[in-house]
Structure formats: structure tokens, C-alpha cells
Antibody, heavy 122, light 109 residues
Framework: EGQLVESGGDLVQPGGSLRLSCVASEFTFSKYSMHWVRQAPGKGLEWVSYIVGGSGSDIYYADSVKGRFTISRDNAKNSVYVQMNSLRAEDTAVYYC??????????????WGKGTTVTVSS | EIVLTQSPGTLSLSPGERATLSCRASQTISNIYFAWYQQKPGRAPRLLIYATSNRATGIPDRFSGSGSGTDFTLTISRLESEDFAVYYCQHYGTSPPYTFGQGTKLEIK
């Protein structure tokens, strides 16, 4: 069905930067859109960013991260990334990557990684 | 932006009982863009139901989804111990944001 493994989470100071990675396996990565979803401690799920499959020409961001985060993908490496700049305390969360599946016309996030933890603190 | 409101916030039930979880959207949404996820403590979310009523791969048939318009329901026919978790609804439409509800915690009574 597919696997996703995130990495890159760390403790970073406010205003700092971090790059998260997500490596996919056991499915044809290039065909699928990919998402980043985060969960602050004790809180619910928050969608962060989306990149379409193939060329990755369509990209979207949540308002809370627009202008600070940049999503990208490298189909040759079966990987999706998010570059996070100007980090704030409220960006502290577990960050999940998830596969977007649009077959049969329905949309869902059907494969999730285990997450990587980002802590923004001085 | 579509807002999803889940109720109740916490549901306390016993194994073997029937659970009914609700999700209300702030505006009409298409059935094909509505999903439910389960999350256990310290674990990633798992897709349960997509397109309102389709079970994801490997999901037991005690889980069912229904609804239309603005009101959607997840039903667990007979609760088993592994079903106690937090459940999220999601609208995943053709454009962002791809919002989640705030979650319903299903706990053992």
C-alpha cells in the first residue's frame, strides 16, 4: 500500500529554519500528490501544505505558514520536502507527510508517515 | 473556508456498545470529498472512511459512514477495545484548505 518516513525534526530557536524530508516507498511516488499535516501538542490535526503529483506545479499552503514554508518534491528520490523559515513557537508540532489519493474522483489522505517532531523554543 | 464541527467532544462508552460520532460542515459539501480518520495516542492518523461511506483498505465492517450536505456520521456498530481513540472528520475538496474537524475522543466508560 505504501510507506512514508519523515525526518529532519529538531529543536530550533524562534526565527530559525528547518527542512523536513519524507521518503516514500512501495508505490509510484510521482503519480501522487503529497501533503504535510501537523499536530501541535495536545491539539488536533492541521493541514499545512500540498503539492500535486508529477511536476509539482500546483502548490498550496495554509494561511498560517504562507510566505514562510516552501514545499517541494524530487520524484527521482521519491521524496517530498518542506523548508520552514522564520519559525515561531506556534509551529511546534509533530509534522506528518501524507499521500493524497484522488482516484475514483474521491479525495483522501490514505498513507501517513509516523511523523517528525519540530520544537521551536529558545 | 469550510469549518467542520464534531460532536460530542468526548464520548464515553463500553465495549460492545454502538458509537455514533457526528460532523457538521459550515456549508454544503460533496460526499466524495468527506473522510474520517482514527488516531491513537502517539500514532499517526489512519484513514477509516472516504467519500463519506467507503471503508479504507483493512478497515473492519463494524465501521460505517453516512451523511450528505452538511451532516455526516461515523458509526461503530459494536465497540472493541482497539476502537477507543480520537476520530477526525475532514473535508478534502478540490481546493484548499483541506480542513479537519477538532476531533471526538472516544473513551472507555
Amino acid at each position: 500500500e505504501g510507506q512514508l518516513v519523515e525526518s529532519g525534526g529538531d529543536l530550533v530557536q524562534p526565527g530559525g529554519s528547518l527542512r523536513l524530508s519524507c521518503v516514500a516507498s512501495e508505490f509510484t511516488f510521482s503519480k501522487y500528490s503529497m501533503h504535510w499535516v501537523r499536530q501541535a501538542p495536545g491539539k488536533g490535526l492541521e493541514w499545512v501544505s500540498y503539492i500535486v503529483g508529477g511536476s509539482g506545479s500546483d502548490i498550496y499552503y495554509a494561511d498560517s505558514v504562507k510566505g514562510r514554508f516552501t514545499i517541494s518534491r524530487d520524484n527521482a528520490k521519491n521524496s517530498v520536502y518542506v523548508q520552514m523559515n522564520s519559525l515561531r513557537a506556534e509551529d511546534t508540532a509533530v509534522y506528518y507527510c501524507a499521500r493524497g489519493n484522488h482516484d475514483s474522483g474521491s479525495h483522501r489522505m490514505d498513507v501517513w508517515g509516523k511523523g517528525t517532531t519540530v520544537t521551536v523554543s529558545s | 473556508e469550510i469549518v467542520l464541527t464534531q460532536s460530542p467532544g468526548t464520548l464515553s462508552l463500553s465495549p460492545g456498545e454502538r458509537a455514533t460520532l457526528s460532523c457538521r460542515a459550515s456549508q454544503t459539501i460533496s460526499n466524495i470529498y468527506f473522510a474520517w480518520y482514527q488516531q491513537k495516542p502517539g500514532r499517526a492518523p489512519r484513514l477509516l472512511i472516504y467519500a463519506t461511506s467507503n471503508r479504507a483498505t483493512g478497515i473492519p465492517d463494524r465501521f460505517s459512514g453516512s451523511g450528505s450536505g452538511t451532516d455526516f456520521t461515523l458509526t461503530i456498530s459494536r465497540l472493541e477495545s482497539e476502537d477507543f481513540a480520537v476520530y477526525y472528520c475532514q473535508h478534502y475538496g478540490t481546493s484548499p484548505p483541506y480542513t479537519f474537524g477538532q476531533g471526538t475522543k472516544l473513551e472507555i466508560k
